[in-house]
């Protein structure tokens, strides 16, 4: 019953801005992790950006000093700002949550596009 809900992906010009978010239907505060991964065409998915109970977070290289994950407890929504898009970062991104005695969920993936 659990549910994870992205909203955000587009088409953009390369050096434009997205904001991916990602809407649970239970609270995110005793989450054990929540973040994104993405698949390029033609890769392996990969973990894009991650966030922990404590609040912790973290950044892959690929994408670090462009994006940031952020999240709204009350709102139970995590969000992915991106900015400086290359078309390099053109993939679906997935929003993936885990939660104790929970299994993982994922949400349905968000298309996003840079063109250059």
């Known amino acids: 019953q659990v549910q994870l809900v992205e909203s955000g992906g587009g088409l953009v010009q390369a050096g434009g801005s997205l904001r991916l978010s990602c809407t649970a239907n239970?609270?995110?505060?005793?989450?054990?992790?929540m973040g994104w991964y993405r698949q390029i065409p033609g890769e392996q998915r990969e973990l894009v950006a991650v966030t922990v109970r404590s609040g912790e977070s973290n950044i892959r290289d690929p994408v670090k000093g462009r994006f940031t994950i952020s999240r709204d407890n009350a709102k139970n929504t995590v969000y992915l700002q991106m900015n400086s898009l290359k078309p390099e970062d053109t993939a679906v991104y997935y929003c993936v949550a885990d939660w104790p005695y929970f299994p993982t969920y994922w949400g349905q993936g968000s298309q996003v596009t840079v063109s250059s």
């Open positions: 239970k609270s995110i505060e005793s989450i054990n992790f």
